[in-house]
């Protein structure tokens, strides 16, 4: 795929190239693009068969953006905003997919996409200054610069339950749904885990299973979507303004244009509160967490906002218990699991075909060969069980994969008490590193197309400045990265976030994990802002050489 290809350095089946990116998904595709245009030889090494990351993965029923299409999408190509037609409000799976591969198409990237190669290794060569890159099935490659692109949300995790390889039915995981769907009709179906994709799957696996069984361990909070249709006028508008739009979504906290309130909760009096709560269902998804500007810092604010969706819970939810037993506990503060955007999903415990099971009141014991079994004594027979169970998320996809910086340094055990970067983009010890939307960003909290953008943008504008001035290496100082980490942790300890750690964003939902908070909650345009800083002072925090 990529020129020279032959050229061969000292191991024969070492191919060269200057950077290799790691993932095709949206941002390991933006990196190509923009790396391609300014001369760069690229290889994007993608371990699936198909390109698209998240959004070839996730192909469960009912996968969804919570972003709006027209705001989750690249801002690279006035065209290509022009041309593509985004069907609905937020885009199905299918439709992001489709975009992905579009866009690979249409500015000819596939050459340099080589699939089904599953890289295990990156290696710093301190005698070349190249990162030695080997996939699992045994390919080499050496490049000046490699660029990971694996994503936060991508290693998925199977519960370590007792009895999992003993069932005899079908099992499915939400992040590895089969490329030619489940035809789930006539079957006893149980789902393990209700964040946003257990219940995004949930109410349209209830219209076609014989009878649902959902396996509930925490309730979370779920808005409605309020999808529907594209609105011409609006797509009409967005294509109109397209520019201002993406630049007015990246001064935001979260990357895009959802209507933000700008007044703390106190400002307005009781009654305006809960009208603005019910403003914002009405909007739908994630417009709660904008309801107010300190939604997310002020405690009684905060419940407020959670007692109302509890009320929208029991309005809902005919069966009483059934209700009481959906309610996200107090000491859960809405947001600080991440908010979910579903359709019809409390509006599926009204169904006949459908039972709740709460595991706060008895745990899976075990997953027998005819189902699951609680702690209680129940048992349930099913012949499908989809495991909703979410990532070893924001640090998986790095850490599965052996990488080795200066003097044989592991990432593995760098990061084994939690994430240490500058900036979120690169990590002492490790030159020309460059990690994409990754722990220690906005990424999880913000539009992660523009996140995506924002940090191919600036590695690629590193890297030009490396190739102009002649420079091998860049590499974060560890002093700078010392006071990225701190002020990560010290921008969260203000938040509603240091409260309720049962999230991924403290690594709770992985067995083993330290509980660090992950994600920058400063926001995207406090970000970039720091980001175009250390560039107009010279990559401050970084040593070239
Ligand atoms: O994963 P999750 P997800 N026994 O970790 C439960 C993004 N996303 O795939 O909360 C029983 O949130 C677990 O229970 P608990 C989005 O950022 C976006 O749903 O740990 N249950 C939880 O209910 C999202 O936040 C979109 O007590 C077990 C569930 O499994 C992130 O991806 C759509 C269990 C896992 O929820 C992850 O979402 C989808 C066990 N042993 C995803 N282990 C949209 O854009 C785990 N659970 C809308």
Known sequence: AVENRAQILGDEAAQVVDAVVVGAGLAGVSALYHLRRQGIRVLVLEASDGIGGTWYHNRYPGARCDIESLDYSYSFSEELQQDWHWSERYASQQEILAYVQHVVDRFDLRKDIELNARVVSAVFDETDGRWAVRTENGQQFSAKYCLLATGVLSAAQVPQIRGTESF???????????????????????????????????????????????????????????????????????????????????????????????????????????????????????????????????????????????????????????????????????????????????????????????????????????????????????????????????????????????????????????????????????????????????????????????????????????????IDTIEANEDAENAWVDHVNELASRTLYAQSRNSWFWGANTPGKPRVFMPYVGGIDRYLQKLGEVVAHGYEGFTLR
């Open 168 to 470: 005899q039915g079908r099992s499915y995981h939400t992040a590895d749904w089969p490329t030619e769907g489940v035809d789930l009709s006539g079957d006893r179906v149980g789902v393990i885990g209700t964040g946003s994709s257990g219940t995004q799957l949930i109410p349209l696996v209830a219209e076609q299973a014989a009878h649902l069984y959902v396996f509930q361990r925490t309730p979370n909070f779920v808005m409605p979507a309020q999808n529907r249709p594209m609105d011409p006028d609006l797509e009409r508008h967005w294509k109109e303004h397209y520019p201002e739009l993406r630049k007015k979504a990246r001064a935001t906290r979260n990357g895009h244009n959802q209507i933000s309130n700008p007044l703390r909760g106190k400002d307005v009096s009781p009654e305006e509160r809960r009208a603005e709560f019910e403003r914002r269902w009405e909007l739908g998804g994630l417009y709660m967490m904008r309801a107010f500007a300190d939604i997310l810092t002020d405690p009684e604010v905060n419940a407020e906002a959670g007692d109302f969706a509890r009320e929208k819970i029991r309005q809902i939810v005919d069966d009483p218990a059934t209700a009481e037993a959906l309610m996200p506990p107090r000491e859960l503060a809405l947001g600080t699991k991440r908010l979910c955007s579903g359709t019809n999903y409390y509006e599926t415990y009204n169904r006949d075909n459908v039972t709740l099971v709460n595991l706060r009141e008895a745990p899976i014991e075990a997953v027998t060969p005819t189902g699951i079994r609680t702690a209680d004594g129940s048992e349930y027979e099913l012949d499908v069980i989809v495991y909703a169970t979410g990532f070893d998320a924001m640090t998986g996809s790095f850490l599965r994969i052996d990488v080795r910086g200066r003097g044989g340094l592991s990432l593995r055990e760098k990061w084994q008490h939690g994430p240490r970067t500058y900036l979120g983009v690169m990590t002492h010890g490790f030159p020309n590193l460059f990690i994409l939307a990754g722990p220690q960003t906005p990424s999880v909290f913000s539009n992660m197309v523009n996140q995506a953008e924002i940090h191919v943008e600036w590695v690629n504008e590193c890297i030009a400045h490396l190739e102009k001035n002649e």
